[in-house]
């Protein structure tokens, strides 16, 4: 099983919303990140959890908030977002070899729009 | 901070020519490198990566790149080009250590099109 599996596929919310994106792998991958994409853009990194800890935030908006249950599920939790957060959410994961890692194995996308 | 650019947001070239996406990266100590391709509204799957084995790495599709240390490249070929190849490529870097051992950046991405 190589797949990340990412639900919804679409998703449209209004502005006082609360919502939230999955993600899902069973590769044994510890490491398991967040970005977003704008159209015609490349895939700007969000978060990064690793052994589910969360080891890399970007300076993300607090109307973004993360979430690693365990080593398989990663979410991310949308509240109050705006017009400008609608983009497609990519979901990757990898197996962090001692301090660096592999390659990223990327889910399908959530596309959310918000109204 | 490591980073890569991708030369040209747009190559176009004809079915059955010589495809080159060119990508250069900035890192005082050679990063581990890969080529990602994304076809619209999908996810991105990866086309082949460097890790400091054999400078030139083969991946899938047909695609080739090479590990230019001297010229801090990893451009990406593909002899004979096919209409399937009609896609956005992005060159991605990750550093080898360090405390962003864990990011992987992204180039702005080269549309290519081929031509019938």
């Known amino acids: 099983d190589t797949e990340v599996t990412q639900t919804p596929k679409h998703l449209v919310m209004g502005m006082t919303n609360k919502k939230s994106l999955k993600c899902e792998q069973h590769m044994g991958h510890r490491a398991m990140y967040w970005y977003k994409q704008k159209a015609k853009k490349p895939p700007e990194l969000m978060f990064v959890y690793s052994y589910e800890k969360l080891s890399i935030n970007e300076s993300v908006p607090s109307r973004f908030s993360p979430e690693c249950p365990n080593s398989s599920l990663l979410n991310l939790h949308l509240h109050a977002l705006q017009p400008e957060d609608s983009a497609l959410y990519l979901c990757?994961?990898?197996?962090?070899?001692?301090?660096?890692?592999?390659?990223?194995?990327f889910g399908q996308g959530t596309r959310l729009t918000v109204v | 901070a490591q980073s890569v650019t991708q030369l040209g947001s747009h190559v176009s070239v004809s079915e059955g020519a010589l495809v080159l996406l060119r990508c250069n990266y900035s890192?005082?100590?050679?990063?581990?490198l890969f080529w990602y391709v994304q076809y619209p509204n999908q996810g991105l799957q990866l086309l082949l990566k460097?890790?400091?084995?054999?400078?030139l790495v083969k991946g899938i599709n047909g695609f080739e790149a090479e590990f230019k240390k001297s010229e801090t490249s990893f451009h990406l070929t593909k002899p004979s080009a096919h209409m399937s190849d009609a896609a956005e490529y992005f060159c991605a870097v990750s550093p080898r250590r360090g405390s962003n051992a864990s990011k992987i950046i992204f180039g702005s991405g080269t549309r290519l099109s081929i031509q019938p």
């Open positions: 460097y890790t400091s084995a054999a400078t």
């Open positions: 990757a994961s990898s197996f962090p070899n001692g301090r660096t890692n592999t390659e990223a194995f």
């Open positions: 890192s005082s100590v050679p990063p581990y």
